[in-house]
């Protein structure tokens, strides 16, 4: 089956050009089984690989398959080709089998879309250039996948084209990106450049020859990073992601948990031989990671809209993930990255499910007590909101934990100390959507009656709900052999130069018992905001009203974004239409024109059609050549 691996992208390829030509023609039964049923290829397909793969001896991995020689120019070749390793099987099965789960939830969720078959044949292809990107075994072939996630994320962000938000949203995450992109092409270039080749192993290879702390390679992880803030919504470039939830539900589920914003990270663990070559990059790429999970968590405390909290919990997560990276721990950001796909697909499909039940409501002010009306969707939405909170035995404990173990044992305790900050205000702004959704008294409108999503919705959250309390036991770190994770991705990753320091059994329950005491503040603190005290937190915002106002307006960055850079954009381009284009490059040619047309209407007066005029013309032509000869 890894000799057929190509058949992964094509399955769903094929689901979007059946369902993209001949949707409208077909009914939505049969646009409900090609959609989803494309993608559900593609998992088994994958889940078939990856037992042919474990069994494989130890000498024919990792395994390369050429597909044809795509670009050939003198020495450079780029080929269509597929790299089957621990990193690529692990994104494989988190983008194809959370994917083929948020694909059947949406058969339940769109099934009154007039677009349905538009719908599964754009989020068909999204997937396709998921796999793509994360199957790729050189660098061109893999910003292919990447460009493609790009226009995907425009097409179905902006789904609903109708609304001014959702096109505007659109343009937003595809504008922002295209600036990441630009760094990382420009990553692209310098590696060929330096390297002389885009194959993966070919440049890590090579790159292993290059002393620690080179400056070109130095600047290429910094340019490949760019591309990641952009695609992984991290400071400067997070502002879209936020945004995004303008799609519908399963969009962002999509967007968020398995495809687009994992790319970034998967990116920089892919390239982890170039990281460790660059003190400076890692440096970078663990603050910018920190400062963004920091920065987003905060924003998450005072959001409203329960889809955009889970956004903001996104774009903290993957801070997350990077500071990970930056540590060296690329594993733990890896291993973050699936739990993470995991509980944050369960908890954007479950916040699909509460919407579906309030008739699109999203406002969670105008929710409360919905815990009895929708005891499914409750039930999931609790373990997700355990398993990111990082509660044990759920997933999010067990990455989270050892990315938070990780960054203290190198060193970094600053980071630690505000990685935790960040933990606590996670299970708080959580258990705060939880209170105001599922708690309390009934804020919902007279004409809305809330009820319980159908099965083709919740099976799936009841899946994601399993994956999410139990997914977490394959990277255990405490007893040796049973962090199944870490051994089977470890030959895909390089590790930072050093001797390796283990530490006692004790001191890792110690560093447990801390992350979970942390959650378990920010629990108590929502408990009593928003069960025990409900008064409390508009008594606290009236004490402190510029710093919950600058929090609820996040810190007004899409206002300083809008005054610094996109108003002298928009200015610069009409002061150009206007003075430039329409004066300067319009005027000379129309100028031009004009000169032309003078002189032709004067010259036109001399043909006149008599052929006395013209004889009259040749004898003054005559005599004034005459004249000018005889006066030398």
């Known amino acids: 089956m890894i000799n057929y691996i190509w058949l992964v992208p094509v399955f769903p390829l094929i689901g979007f050009l059946i369902n993209g030509l001949f949707g409208k023609r077909m009914s939505k039964h049969t646009v409900s089984i090609v959609g989803p049923g494309s993608v559900g290829l593609s998992f088994a397909w994958v889940l078939g690989v990856f037992w042919e793969y474990i069994n494989l001896p130890a000498n024919a991995k990792p395994v390369e398959v050429v597909i044809y020689n795509w670009i050939t120019a003198g020495t450079f070749n780029a080929q269509a080709a597929f790299l089957v390793d621990p990193l690529s099987l692990v994104m494989l099965m988190v983008v194809s089998g959370v994917g083929f789960l948020i694909h059947i939830y949406s058969v339940g969720y769109m099934h009154d879309d007039p677009g349905f078959a538009r719908f599964f044949s754009y989020l068909n292809l999204f997937i396709v250039n998921m796999l793509i990107l994360v199957m790729a075994n050189n660098f061109l072939l893999m910003f292919v996948g990447w460009e493609g996630v790009g226009l995907c994320s425009y097409l179905l962000i902006g789904y609903w084209y109708e609304k001014q938000s959702a096109s505007d949203a659109g343009k937003k995450a595809f504008v922002v990106n295209r600036i990441g992109d630009f760094g990382f092409l420009v990553g692209i270039f310098l590696i060929f450049w330096t390297f002389g080749t885009v194959n993966f192993r070919e440049v890590f290879g090579q790159a292993a020859g290059y002393p620690v702390g080179d400056a070109i390679i130095t600047i290429i992880t910094l340019c490949l990073f760019v591309g990641a803030t952009g695609k992984s919504a991290q400071i400067?470039?997070?502002?879209?992601?936020?945004?995004?939830?303008?799609?519908?539900?399963?969009?962002?589920?999509?967007?968020?948990?398995?495809?687009?914003?994992?790319?970034?990270?998967?990116?920089?663990?892919?390239?982890?031989?170039?990281?460790?070559?660059?003190?400076?990059?890692?440096?970078?790429?663990?603050?910018?990671?920190?400062?963004?999970?920091?920065?987003?968590?905060?924003?998450?405390?005072?959001?409203?809209?329960?889809?955009?909290?889970?956004?903001?919990?996104?774009?903290?997560?993957?801070?997350?993930?990077?500071?990970?990276?930056?540590?060296?721990?690329?594993?733990?950001?890896?291993?973050?990255?699936?739990?993470?796909?995991?509980?944050?697909?369960?908890?954007?499909?479950?916040?699909?499910?509460?919407?579906?039940?309030?008739?699109?409501?999203?406002?969670?002010?105008?929710?409360?007590?919905?815990?009895?009306?929708?005891?499914?969707?409750?039930?999931?939405?609790?373990?997700?909101?355990?398993?990111?909170?990082?509660?044990?035995?759920?997933?999010?404990?067990?990455?989270?934990?050892?990315?938070?173990?990780?960054?203290?044992?190198?060193?970094?305790?600053?980071?630690?100390?505000?990685?935790?900050?960040?933990?606590?205000?996670?299970?708080?702004?959580?258990?705060?959507?939880?209170?105001?959704?599922?708690?309390?008294?009934?804020?919902?409108?007279?004409?809305?009656?809330?009820?319980?999503?159908?099965?083709?919705?919740?099976?799936?959250?009841?899946?994601?709900?399993?994956?999410?309390?139990?997914?977490?036991?394959?990277?255990?770190?405490?007893?040796?052999?049973?962090?199944?994770?870490?051994?089977?991705?470890?030959?895909?990753?390089?590790?930072?130069?050093?001797?390796?320091?283990?530490?006692?059994?004790?001191?890792?329950?110690?560093?447990?018992?801390?992350?979970?005491?942390?959650?378990?503040?920010?629990?108590?603190?929502?408990?009593?905001?928003?069960?025990?005290?409900?008064?409390?937190?508009?008594?606290?915002?009236?004490?402190?009203?510029?710093?919950?106002?600058?929090?609820?307006?996040?810190?007004?960055?899409?206002?300083l974004y809008d005054a610094t850079v996109v108003e002298p954009i928009r200015n610069g381009s009409v002061f150009l239409w206007k003075e430039a284009d329409s004066k300067v490059v319009d005027g000379a040619i129309n100028g031009t024109a004009s000169l032309v047309e003078r002189l032709s209407a004067i010259i036109r007066k001399l043909e006149t059609g008599y052929v006395q005029n013209y004889a009259l013309g040749i004898l003054i032509g005559v005599a004034v050549i005459t004249g000018y000869y005889l006066g030398r």
């Open 236 to 559: 400067p470039l997070y502002t879209w992601l936020p945004d995004a939830m303008e799609g519908p539900t399963p969009v962002s589920a999509l967007i968020h948990a398995a495809t687009m914003v994992t790319a970034g990270v998967y990116m920089v663990a892919r390239c982890s031989a170039l990281y460790v070559m660059a003190p400076v990059s890692m440096t970078v790429v663990a603050v910018v990671g920190l400062g963004t999970a920091i920065l987003a968590a905060s924003i998450g405390l005072a959001q409203n809209d329960i889809k955009r909290v889970l956004a903001y919990s996104t774009v903290s997560q993957l801070g997350y993930m990077f500071l990970a990276c930056g540590v060296g721990a690329f594993v733990a950001g890896i291993f973050h990255l699936m739990t993470h796909a995991f509980f944050k697909a369960l908890l954007f499909l479950g916040s699909g499910s509460v919407i579906h039940g309030m008739h699109g409501e999203q406002d969670m002010r105008k929710m409360g007590y919905l815990k009895g009306k929708m005891p499914i969707t409750y039930a999931v939405m609790l373990v997700g909101t355990l398993a990111i909170a990082g509660i044990f035995p759920f997933a999010g404990f067990f990455s989270k934990d050892e990315i938070l173990f990780k960054a203290l044992v190198d060193g970094h305790v600053g980071y630690w100390a505000i990685a935790s900050l960040g933990a606590l205000m996670t299970a708080f702004y959580m258990f705060r959507l939880i209170f105001m959704t599922f708690y309390g008294e009934k804020r919902w409108d007279p004409h809305v009656h809330p009820h319980e999503s159908p099965p083709v919705m919740t099976i799936p959250l009841i899946i994601l709900a399993i994956l999410s309390a139990v997914g977490g036991f394959v990277g255990i770190p405490l007893l040796h052999g049973w962090n199944v994770f870490h051994e089977f991705l470890s030959p895909s990753i390089a590790h930072v130069a050093g001797p390796e320091v283990h530490h006692a059994m004790s001191f890792e329950l110690i560093m447990m018992f801390v992350s979970m005491g942390v959650a378990g503040v920010g629990i108590f603190l929502a408990y009593k905001f928003y069960i025990k005290q409900p008064e409390l937190p508009e008594q606290v915002t009236a004490k402190v009203p510029g710093v919950y106002d600058l929090i609820y307006n996040k810190y007004y960055v899409d206002e």
